[in-house]
């Protein structure tokens, strides 16, 4: 294909007499163009500097940097963004995660507010020497218990226990024996029949326990006379 040559008009007042190449002694009168930003200066010039080319974009000194080049000044996000994420619903996410509204986690580093709630029971055991008269067991401490028992014992009702929570408690008789446990309201056993343990000195009884309820923590049979 030939190569297309730009033509030219020539007028005798209103009339086009006539069409003609340009040639390089020809110039192009800035009135002629309706861009009021680009001159034929600039068309005539191999390159643009910095300043036409903020006067044809229209904002001064915003060209974005060529690849590999630095940004300067401060980058914008909007106002309910902290460390880029927006906090906009962040309350309602929250909430809907957690049940407590406005429970916003702590960043790295921050202190953590309110009450840890365990969710299972602790494996510690409650090793106890000296027991007699009331006893309450520390069931959020402990999750076993072994009580030598040196009079006796009846057990309070506790309001520590978790459902779920299961453990054994061990009895001990002291030197002298026939120590009894009585049991408060909270604690049940099989028929209603009580404790009945190892009398002789020394003797060790075990019993296992569940907590099914809130105020019901239910005794297996005793397992008597260990040796």
Not at 1 to 24: H, N, Q, W
Not at 203 to 210: E, F, M, Q
């Amino acid at each position: 294909m030939a190569a297309r040559i730009p033509v030219k008009a020539i007028y005798s007042g209103s009339d086009v007499t006539s069409l003609g190449e340009f040639t390089s002694s020809d110039t192009i009168a800035g009135s002629y163009l309706t861009d009021g930003s680009v001159t034929a200066a600039k068309l005539a010039a191999d390159t643009a500097t910095q300043a036409e080319l903020d006067t044809v974009s229209g904002v001064a000194s915003a060209a974005l940097p060529k690849a590999g080049g630095t940004m300067t000044g401060n980058l914008v996000m909007g106002t309910n963004l902290v460390d880029g994420i927006d906090i906009s619903a962040r309350d309602a996410i929250l909430t809907s995660t957690t049940t407590t509204a406005g429970a916003a986690l702590p960043k790295a580093g921050g202190t953590m507010t309110g009450t840890l709630v365990a969710t299972t029971a602790t494996t510690a055991t409650d090793t106890d020497t000296s027991n007699t008269g009331s006893i309450t067991l520390n069931f959020t401490t402990n999750q076993n218990f072994v009580l030598t028992l040196t009079g006796n014992v009846t057990l309070a009702n506790p309001s520590t226990e978790q459902v779920g929570q299961s453990g054994f408690i061990a009895f001990i008789q002291d030197g002298t024996g026939s120590r009894t446990v009585s049991l408060g309201t909270d604690y049940e056993t099989a028929g209603a029949a009580g404790l009945t343990l190892t009398a002789t000195a020394s003797a060790t009884d075990l019993v296992p326990y569940l907590v099914v309820a809130s105020s019901r923590i239910l005794l297996g049979t005793p397992q008597l006379a260990f040796a």
